[in-house]
């Protein structure tokens, strides 16, 4: 694609930015509705990010039975409570979990439809209609505040992948950094990837365009700048602003060209072998990096000049050193995969994300991939 290509751009969620800009919650979620709900994960509940939001809205009830791996048995039970409280708006604090649990559940009250299974294994498409959500991110990470995507798993089936509609896009992001200084190393440097495996695969999609293209190079930029810093010293409060706000600039710059094979590989991670999502796209982004950059020629180029790196080279020796640094598996045996299962996840990987990957990737070249991971 070329600038002179067709293509739009678009972002229906509001964006606030800052640190404390949590304070202005109370004036924006009453600007959609009058009986909000808040929801967040089992953990994140007793944490003191959450008590921070619950501060500016006191006496609001809270639905706090999100799992690490949101289900779809978690989006019907939220879908549940929405509708026995008639709640008007949703407020979802969190990762990428809370979020998109919310934002499913968010759609799944104002359908007809039972469960969210219908629409993330049997083919039933999403409506239009929707709550009011606002997505109060309290990870450098998932980009899920301003996406049009939830990644929900459904552990009958065993199947794990994203949903996606305009009615999954939050009415309102409130991306206060401040929430982040008291992430450990480890979640600081796995959301961290995740964003910039966002940045680099929004930018390499087939579909890239030029806005999200800025969007891509800055947010990388800013994460091969800061994601170091933040992780070693949690409280910097410069790190954290810049990860935060290149989280959510990489949310906006896939959401529209979409994800491709790093993603593609790393549902059947996360459902086989339960690494986190993160962690999950950080295992195969350098090899993928490897595998693309050659016929990307001049973008390549041009992406590596836009974040400050001379190489490709450069670019994966960082991300292995931070995959170090947060203790993250780098071969198959830090994750416990038998190499037996090669064959197997070569073929589960061909998500219709690895259509967006620039270089073809055939199943023999996947599975060399993982020999090389191994
Ligand atoms: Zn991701």
């Excluded at 999100?66 to 039970?77: C, G, I, L």
């Excluded at 409506?127 to 929900?152: D, K, M």
């Excluded at 640094?325 to 589960?348: Q, V, W």
């Amino acid at each position: 694609m070329s600038v002179a290509d067709l293509w739009t751009f678009k972002l229906p969620t509001a964006v606030t930015l800052g640190n404390g800009c949590v304070r202005q919650l109370p004036q924006i979620a009453v600007a959609h509705g009058a009986r909000p709900l808040l929801v967040t994960d089992r953990e994140l509940v007793r944490l003191p990010p959450f008590a921070c939001v619950q501060e500016m809205l006191p006496g609001v009830p809270v639905f706090s039975d999100v799992t690490p791996d949101p289900t779809v048995a978690s989006v019907d039970a939220l879908a549940a409570q929405l509708r026995a409280g008639r709640h008007d708006v949703v407020v979802a604090i969190g990762g990428g979990s809370a979020m998109d649990c919310a934002k499913a559940a968010a759609c799944l009250v104002a359908g007809n439809l039972p469960s969210i299974r219908a629409v993330h294994s049997e083919g039933v498409p999403l409506g239009s209609a929707h709550l009011p959500l606002i997505a109060v991110p309290t990870t450098a990470g998932t980009g899920s505040e301003v996406t049009p995507f939830a990644v929900l798993s459904d552990t009958e089936k065993q199947i794990k992948g994203p949903i996606a509609g305009d009615a999954l896009y939050p009415v309102h992001a409130v991306v206060d950094p401040e929430l982040t200084h008291s992430l450990p190393r480890k979640i600081t440097v796995v959301t961290g990837l995740d964003a910039l495996s966002h940045a680099i695969e929004g930018y390499w999609s087939r579909n890239h365009q030029p806005i999200c293209d800025l969007m891509a190079i800055e947010a990388a930029r800013l994460i091969c700048a800061n994601l170091k810093r933040a992780a070693q010293q949690p409280g910097d409060a410069e790190a954290r602003s810049a990860m935060s706000c290149a989280a959510t600039l990489a949310g906006a710059a896939f959401q529209l060209p979409k994800n491709a094979m790093v993603h593609a590989c790393s549902f059947p991670l996360s459902a086989r072998y339960h690494l986190a999502h993160g962690t999950a796209c950080a295992f195969t982004l350098e090899e993928a990096i490897r595998f693309n950059a050659p016929v990307m020629g001049e973008r390549m180029t041009s992406f590596l000049r836009g974040i400050g790196l001379a190489s490709a080279e450069e670019l994966t020796a960082l991300i292995h050193e931070l995959k170090q640094l947060g203790g993250l598996p780098c071969t198959l045996r830090d994750a416990g995969i038998p190499t037996a299962d090669i064959p197997s996840l070569a073929r589960e990987s061909f998500h219709p994300l690895m259509r967006n990957n620039p270089r073809t990737m055939t199943e023999a070249d996947l599975v060399t991939m993982f020999e090389r991971l191994a």
